[in-house]
């Protein structure tokens, strides 16, 4: 009885088939990779002939997969350089969503401050009143004030006479 991890025996035997069984095709193997892949080679070497003589731009082998799907990555963007000669300065860049909705947030930013100044906005009348009634406090604190120490004046001149 054997314990632990590993099992006493081996579960599943490996079958390998004659070269009978291969010669007549009735191995229980599937048929072999190498021979799908030269199959594969030899259609793609066809078909390179055949582009090739219709252009021969293409002359670079693929390595791997490359050589057998020929689909290119939609988000893989391939920067594009563009000399200073070949520039359009006449050309105007469409912004973004984004940088609209900022620029256009910066503008009604800027305008409402510029209304603020002038005192045409709702919260600047209100600051406005607030500080009129603040002037008028104070302006009454200060006359009370002087009241006070002109009477204080007035007291002390008449404890000297």
């Known amino acids: 009885m054997g314990r632990g991890k590993f099992k006493g025996k081996p579960t599943g035997r490996r079958q390998f088939s004659n070269p009978e069984e291969i010669i007549a095709g009735t191995s229980t193997r599937p048929r072999s990779f190498k021979k799908e892949e030269a199959e594969v080679k030899e259609e793609e070497e066809e078909s390179e002939e055949e582009s090739e003589e219709e252009s ?15 689909v290119e990555n939609p988000n893989s963007v391939k920067p594009t ?4 000669k070949n520039a359009d300065t006449g050309k105007t860049t469409e912004l973004s969503r984004r940088e609209r909705e900022e620029i256009e947030k910066q503008r009604a930013h800027e305008r409402y401050m510029r209304l603020q100044e002038q005192g045409k906005t709702e919260q600047a009348r209100k600051d406005l009143e607030r500080l009129a009634l603040i002037r008028q406090q104070r302006a009454e604190a200060a006359k009370k004030r002087e009241e006070e120490k002109a009477a204080k004046e007035q007291k002390k001149a008449e404890a000297r006479k």
């Open 56 to 70: 021969g731009e293409e002359s670079e082998k693929r390595k791997g997969t490359q050589s057998v799907i020929e």
């Open 81 to 84: 350089n563009v000399k200073a």
